[in-house]
C-alpha cells in the first residue's frame, strides 16, 4: 500500500543503536557552522522537482552545527493529495552513498516514512517513527525526497527545518506519544526464540504465522501492541515485521512481545521496481532500497546482504499493478535469485491468480522457489492479520527454524484460523509418509521396496462440502474433486503419475477463491 496517511498521534522511538545506510547528492547549505548561543535555528528550503525526476531520488543538504541536540523537518508541497506524490526521509553526516558494496553496506541512514508523513523529529532519545534515534553529529546531513507521484507542472517543494539546542523533555514530545516511554536507550533483548511457546521434544510441528504487516512505524495505523493482540486472536505461533524500508521498529518488541509469539525481524524493502521482505534479520539492520531492475550493482547484492545474516529474500505481491504503482516485481522471476515468492497477499484476487500461475511455471522449469502468504497488513478497517496464514514445518518455534522451513519449502497457505488440511504423499507398501516439501526418493529400475505412491488430502477444518480440490503435478492436472462429507472423513487419495517431479495441492471454495494452497512434494 502506498500513499499518505494521517496520524493523530505518533511514538517515539528509544534506541541504544543507529543503523547503517545510502546515496548521492545536492549542493549543501552552508549557511550554518556553528552556534554560540541556544536559540534554535529555521531554515525554510524550497525547490523543484520536475516530471522527469518520478521515482527518483533527490537529496536537500543542510549543515548542523555542534551541540545540535534535535532536528525537526516539515515538507510541504504542490498538489499534495491532487496528483503529486512526494516520499520522505533523511541521512546523516556519514552520507547518502549506495550501500552496496560488497564490505560497506553502511551510510548515514537515520529513517523513512515515504508518504506516510509529512514530518519527523530526530533527537538523542527520540524519534519520530521510522526514524532512528541517535547522536546528532556535526556535518552535512540530507533531507531525502522520493516523488512517487507528478502533475504535468512537476512538484513545488519547501522544507521547513528547525535545529534546537536544548534537550527536548518529555512535554514536547507527548504529542508524537501514543505509548508510555520506557526511558532512553533501550536494549533489544533476544525475541529469536519463543520462550514460552510448547516446543516439544523436537519432533517437528506446523507453526502458524504472517510474514507481511504494517504498524504506525511506516504506514499502518496501529501501534505494536494493537498488533500482538491481533496475532494472538488469529492463533499464530509467530510474525514477522515488514515496515517500509526502515527497522525503526526493532526496539517497540521488547516491552510488548509476549513469550509464547515468536517476533522477528524483517523489512519489507520498497524499491521502484518492486517490493521484496527481508526476513530474519538482526536487530538495527538495515537494507538498500535506493535501485531499479535496470541498475547494477542492485538487488542482488542487497539479497547477498541479507543472506550473509541468515535471512531470507521473498518477492512480495508480484503483479500488484493496479492499487500500487511500483509495486510489479521488474527484476524477473528466473535470475532474481530470491528464496520465496508472495503468492497470497491478503485477499485473494486476479493479481495472486497470476502469481499462484508464474510460480507454477517456475517450478515446473525446476526452481524449488517457496511460496508463502501474507496478510500485508494496515489497518483492521480494511484487513485482518493471519489472513491468510502460513505453516511452517520446524522443530522449534525460533527464527532460524522458521526460515529454515521456509527455505526448504516446508509450508503450506490457509486462508485463516479457521481452515486446516492436511497433505502428504504415501507409499503403500511401506506405509512411509512423505510431508510438504521434503522427497520421495525413487529408485526406477526394478525397484521392488517400495509399492505405488498416492497424494493424501485431509480438510480437518474449515473446508466446506463443494469445495474444489486440485492435485497439480509439473505434467498438469492430475486430479480434480468436489468436497463431499464422504472425502472429508475418508480424505482424497489419488495415484501418483511417478513421471512427475513434484505434486503439490490446492483447495478453493465453490466460488473458485483460494482455501489452502501447498508448496510441493518432490518425486525422484
Known amino acids: 500500500m502506498k500513499g499518505p496517511s494521517s496520524f ?38 524550497s525547490g523543484h522537482i520536475p516530471p522527469a525526476k518520478v521515482l527518483d531520488y533527490i537529496y536537500v543538504d543542510f549543515s548542523v552545527p555542534p551541540r545540535t541536540s534535535t532536528i525537526h523537518v516539515v ?56 526514524y532512528l534515534a541517535g547522536e546528532i553529529e556535526p556535518g ?28 527536548p523533555s518529555l512535554s514536547e514530545f507527548e504529542v508524537y506519544s501514543s505509548l508510555p516511554r520506557s526511558g532512553a536507550e533501550i536494549a533489544v533483548r533476544d525475541q529469536t526464540q519463543g520462550g514460552d ?51 525503526s521498529i526493532d526496539h517497540a518488541w521488547d516491552s510488548v512481545a509476549p513469550g509464547s509469539l515468536l517476533v522477528s525481524r524483517g523489512i519489507e524493502v520498497t524499491t521502484r521496481s518492486g517490493h521484496w521482505n527481508a526476513i530474519g534479520l538482526t536487530p538495527h539492520d538495515w537494507v538498500e532500497f535506493r535501485y531499479r531492475h535496470t541498475d547494477n550493482p542492485g538487488l542482488a547484492q542487497a539479497v547477498q546482504h541479507v543472506r550473509k545474516r541468515g535471512g531470507l529474500a521473498v518477492i512480495n505481491h508480484p503483479f500488484d499493478s ?63 492479520i493471519g489472513s491468510p496464514t502460513t505453516l511452517v514445518h520446524a522443530s522449534r518455534l525460533e527464527t532460524a527454524e522458521i526460515l529454515a522451513g521456509i527455505r526448504r519449502s516446508r509450508a503450506y497457505v490457509v486462508h485463516d ?54 492435485v497439480m503435478t509439473d505434467r498438469g492436472i492430475l486430479h480434480e474433486e468436489r468436497v463431499s462429507d464422504d472425502s472429508r472423513r475418508k480424505g482424497i487419495k489419488v495415484r501418483l503419475d511417478e513421471r512427475s517431479t513434484f505434486v503439490r495441492v490446492e483447495v478453493r471454495r465453490a466460488d473458485g477463491r483460494m482455501l489452502a494452497l501447498t508448496n510441493p512434494i518432490w518425486i525422484g
Not at 15 to 41: M, Y
Not at 428 to 440: A, H, P, S
Open 8 to 45: 493523530s498521534s505518533m511514538k517515539l522511538i528509544s534506541l541504544a543503536a543507529r543503523t547503517a545506510a545510502i546515496g548521492a547528492a545536492a549542493a549543501p547549505n552552508n549557511g550554518i557552522t556553528s552556534s554560540s548561543h541556544q536559540a534554535p535555528i529555521h531554515l525554510n528550503l
Open 75 to 130: 515538507q510541504n508541497y504542490s498538489h499534495r493529495n491532487a496528483g503529486n506524490s512526494l516520499d520522505l526521509g533523511c541521512f546523516d553526516q556519514q552520507g547518502h552513498h549506495l550501500a552496496l558494496a560488497d564490505d560497506d553496506f553502511s551510510t548515514g541512514f537515520r529513517g523513512w516514512s515515504g508518504g506516510a508523513r509529512d514530518d519527523f523529529t530526530i533527537s538523542r532519545r527520540f524519534a519520530t517513527p521510522g
Open 140 to 167: 552535512i546531513w540530507s533531507v531525502a525526497l522520493g516523488p512517487y507521484k507528478s502533475v504535468p507542472e512537476g512538484i513545488d517543494y519547501e522544507l521547513n527545518i528547525e535545529l534546537s539546542f536544548e534537550h
Open 197 to 247: 511457546y510448547p516446543v516439544g521434544d523436537g519432533a517437528k510441528t506446523w507453526f502458524r504465522g504472517d510474514l507481511h504487516m504494517h504498524t504506525i512505524y511506516s504506514d499502518g495505523k496501529h501501534t505494536p501492541n494493537e498488533l500482538i493482540t491481533f496475532a494472538q486472536a488469529a492463533n499464530l505461533s509467530f510474525i514477522f515485521t515488514s515496515e517500509h524500508n526502515t527497522p
Open 322 to 384: 493496479v492499487d500500487c504503482l511500483a509495486c510489479d516485481w521488474s527484476y524477473g522471476f528466473e535470475d532474481s535469485n530470491m528464496d520465496a515468492i508472495e503468492v497470497w497477499n491478503a485477499d485473494w484476487d486476479p493479481s495472486d491468480e497470476k502469481a499462484l500461475v508464474k510460480w507454477h511455471e517456475l517450478l515446473s522449469a525446476g526452481s524449488h522457489i517457496a511460496a508463502i502468504g501474507g496478510s500485508d497488513f494496515h489497518t483492521s478497517e480494511t484487513g485482518k
Open 417 to 470: 484460523s479457521s481452515v486446516d488440511i492436511h497433505f502428504s504423499v504415501i507409499d503403500k507398501l511401506t506405509g512411509k509418509e512423505t510431508q510438504i516439501g521434503d522427497r520421495v526418493k525413487l529408485n526406477r529400475m526394478n525397484d521392488r521396496t517400495r509399492g505405488p505412491l498416492f497424494a493424501i488430502l485431509r480438510a480437518s477444518r474449515g473446508v466446506p462440502e463443494g469445495s474444489r480440490v486440485v
